[in-house]
């Protein structure tokens, strides 16, 4: 239906441009006069004025009017029902509604069922009638002042320009409204989460294990159960596993990386460079399900076999593995972002340290890099921020038990296994235990915020100096 | 310490620092060819199949049914009988326990495959034919030598029985290995020797045309506007670190964006190409904007300044002149963004694309699975020959990403010009 819309509408809006094109020669040549634009600008202008508002209609009723239906006949359900539901109940009946009108509804109908349905599917009916009225009465409402416009020969390229920029513009304010949807996505369910749980209970908390968490009406939380409820929620052990797991990932990350990187820029020939740099690379285009699958299959259990003859006890999801895997995923950020940074030192300070007699190591060591150490702290910043964000690594390969250890051959957990470890499957919006999720997403999305924040202002200030 | 000895010393940390050098790259190398290899390696026996050749009498009186059936009839028809009477012809069995046994050898959908043969094939209704079927998982993984025969019989699933009857059909030339279709063709499965990608290769590819209609446009007006017309002022600044931070934001924030606001607000449809594909959109975004941006400055200003100069507006010169030497390094910036999009995994398992589908999916709206996320399902199967299954999804969708990958580059070498 709505793709029969659209196609009207933009069959509609073409040949608008048709018209408005040779409306303005008709009339021009009329009266004698010079159109104020090239005749293409007024086909465009009633063209643009005749679509954007439908379109702009149309999306908006498609996103909105599941919501608003769903409001209505939930609305209504609780009003004629003299006993009280809950919103779990209400929503349940809803789903039945929706499947008892969609003809795949398998268990007994109630009378409330089949009346929903009814009131449903007339809903439906009278929402796609006025969307089309309201749609069409818009169109021509914007075209017929369009049309106007048009034949007192207004500047029509003055005014497609303008809609032309803020149709750029409104493109470039998704970035802001992506924004702005995690963080009220993240808020929403977190506050929701710290209403049930204290927040530092939560931040300083030492023992996690959600599954515990089966309250689901926090208003009637008694101060024992609240006390259980909390040691469900402390988040210690997870932000411990996630930097634990990125600290292995950084010890195998930064030395190959930025080694290889220093070599590609000073010492590698150009043939070498050209095919080793973009082998390096597909390192970061693999991606990381592939790491994970390789780390939980091949990794894990090499690691075992090789404890087991040392007499050593390894977890097959050790923190290693994961680690190691991940610090092989992460040597290219570093290697290609310092790579480039070492570039980006002016040749003049290496041929100074030459002539002072230095060899080429020395002048690495010694000018190269304190040149380049902004860009390159910035680098592994970044890499450190990409590597507390990771998620398929560490769900297959680095376990589910939340324990504080820093012993890399046993099994730990991480941030993002606990939120894919919660929100996996069917889950009950309502529950402490799937909103502590969004919170620890809240708290991973500020961590990486400030790393990434930090970082580019390294790089930024880095670039700064030699430009 | 003498001059000599001295320079002696500092010649050998010299060769030392660039040894490490080398070293690194070649190390990270080798861990390229050693990831490659070992999906290669475990993936490759997935592209065949092990096939039993099996005797079938296509009786129509014993099968109750008319002498020139319609596809419907025969749909309609019990094959169980017939199936269960030919598949113990294969070898000669005592007792109950042997004739399961030997019925396991068969993947359990044989009855299909034998109904499905007959409405391809009418012609051999009333007459005796060999049909193809497909064997069990063990026997598959035994065939292909992945299986350790040499256990005793109660620490492995294929019973001494079947080990006889698979020794006495092999010596009879009745296993076959045939090319795998099934792996393309089908969706997911409870068992390993009927499962596909088909499904998942479907929902891939309808999530990443969500993504690319959603994104593409977006991202291209909005780095015109930010490269082009933005005015220095807050708005402008507050919208370049936004986008800068989003490109770094972890994928499984976006997921959880795409649980509270699409499937939480708005009662999008669970586990659907669409859904997922919006929110790749929104995750790509800023990674396609930056690129999309440098190839825009790449652009000379004595371009702009030539189209202004002969009296174009400045949305002409950008339109008519700046866009279209830039779409080339636009579009390859776009291919890669999606080759990452389609790469990911976190943000689809959080809105629900891991539910077990086994039905194709015909468009962006039915539940469908996706590739990588097929990969992680699979990967916690344990059965054995969901392990050669996962590493197949890899490689298909490895072939994907560097097709992708190389066309950007091919793109990128063949139409960007050079200005300097």
Known sequence: MNLAILLLVVLFSTSCFFFGRKKIIKITSENKIRPNALPDYYGYYLALWCAIPAVLILALWTVFEPTIIKAIIINNLSSNNLSELNPDELNLIYQQIIALYAGNFTGTITEEIRLGAENYKS???????????????FLMFTTLYAYKKLISNNKAREEVEKIVKAVLFTCSLVAILTTIGIIFSLLFESIK???TINIFDFLFGTSWSPQRAFVRDASTITPEEYNELKDAFGSVPLFAGTAFIAFIAMIVAVPIGLFSGIYLAEYASKKVRKYSKPIIEILAGIPTVVYGFFAALTVGPFFREFGERFGLEVSSESALAAGLVMGVMIIPYISSLSDDVINAVPQSLRDGSYAVGATKSETIKKVVIPAALPGIVGSVLLAVSRAIGETMIVVMAAGLAARLTINPLESTTTITTQIVMILIGDQEFDSPKTQ???????????????????????VKKYREKYE | MSKEELLKKRYRAE???KFYGLTSVILAILFVLFLVNVIFSKGKGAFSRTTISVEVDFNTEKLEIKNNPTNEEIQDTDFYDLSIESLLNVYKTKGLKEEKDLIRIFSPDYEFEIKNFIIENKGFLNKTTIIELTASDDIDQLNKGNYPRHLPE???????????????????????????????????SRDPELAGVGGSLLGSFFTIIVTLLLSFPIAILASIYLEEFAPKNRITDFIEININNLAAVPSIVFGLLGLGILLGTFDFPRSTPLVAGITLALM?????????????KAVPPSIREGALAVGASKVQSV??????????GTLSGTIIG??????????????????????????????SASLPVQVYLWSEQAERGFVEKTSATIMILLTFLITMNAFAVYLRQKFERRWS
């Open chain 2, 15 to 17: 060769k030392r620092f």
């Open chain 2, 284 to 296: 790509t975004l800023p990674r396609i904007i930056i690129p999309c941006r440098a190839s825009l």
């Open chain 1, 123 to 137: 809903f439906l009916s009278i929402a796609e009638g006025s969307k089309i009225v309201i749609l069409i009465s």
């Open chain 2, 338 to 367: 999606l080759a990452q999009a389609l790469g990911e995994t976190a943000p689809l398992i959080l809105i629900g694309m891991v539910a077990f589908v086994v039905d194709l999916p015909s468009s962006p709206v039915d539940p």
């Open chain 2, 319 to 328: 339109t008519h002149h700046v866009v279209p030497l830039a779409i080339p």
């Open chain 1, 436 to 458: 502590s999720a969004f919170a620890l997403g809240l708290t991973l999305f500020f961590a990486t915020l400030i790393l990434n924040y930090i970082a580019l202002r390294f």
């Open chain 1, 193 to 195: 989460f710290f209403t």
């Open chain 2, 154 to 188: 109660e620490r492995r699933r294929i019973s001494d029985f079947q080990l006889l009857i698979y020794d006495k059909l092999v010596e009879d030339n009745k296993i076959q290995k045939t090319f795998n279709t099934f792996l393309f063709t089908n969706g997911d």
